[in-house]
């Protein structure tokens, strides 16, 4: 199973260390990061995925795959 995932945040350092930590624990960058402006903050945007060789739980927090 493929799982999904779209990481949000502002411009900075602590986004970076989100996407850093997901590549960390297996999962790949899926597609080029985006940039939106909210009219005060540049808002970045990066999908990941992760093969998992288990079933689904839609009430299991996708970063603990």
């Not at 590549?23 to 009219?39: A, H, K, S, V």
Request: hydrophobic share 30%; proline share 6%.
């Amino acid at each position: 199973m493929k799982l999904y995932r779209y990481l949000t945040g502002p411009d900075d350092a602590s986004f970076c260390r989100r996407v850093t930590e997901a590549l960390q624990n297996g999962w790949e960058l899926y597609g080029n990061p985006t940039l939106t402006f909210d009219g005060e903050h540049i808002i970045c945007g990066q999908a990941v995925v992760k093969e998992s060789d288990g079933g689904y739980d839609p009430e299991k927090p996708l970063s603990e795959y």
